[in-house]
């Protein structure tokens, strides 16, 4: 049974910083793609950073233009996990956020996702 778990979400000042976690199991993680995406009430879901799996292990990142130089993508294929550093958190950044586990377009999985709230 697969399974993607998110963690770490929740109030942040803006200026402050958070770090989401993504548990993945019942997968071979190394090789899955990870993402994550937010959706904000009213909008769409949109895509905030990947990271590339394979059999050397992935790691090549890819951002979103309105979370580049602030927030970063890792992974940690030992732990199956994947991680979302978000720093200088702006109010814009509010949604909840998802973990996403891809392969080829077969195989996608979601996590049900964790509230970041970024507020004064």
């Known amino acids: 049974q697969v399974q993607v778990v998110e963690s770490g979400g929740g109030l942040a000042q803006p200026g402050g910083s958070l770090r989401l976690s993504c548990a993945a199991s019942g997968i071979p993680f190394s090789l899955y793609a990870m993402g994550w995406y937010r959706q904000a009430p009213g909008k769409q879901r949109e895509l905030v950073a990947t990271i590339t799996g394979g059999v050397t292990g992935g790691g090549s990142t890819k951002y979103a233009d309105s979370v580049k130089g602030r927030f970063a993508i890792s992974r940690d294929n030992a732990k199956n996990t994947v991680y979302l550093q978000m720093n200088s958190l702006k109010p814009e950044d509010t949604a909840v956020y998802y973990c996403?586990?891809?392969?080829?377009?077969?195989?996608?999985?979601w996590g049900q996702g964790t509230q970041v709230t970024v507020s004064s």
């Open positions: 996403n586990a891809g392969w080829g377009a077969r195989f996608e999985y």
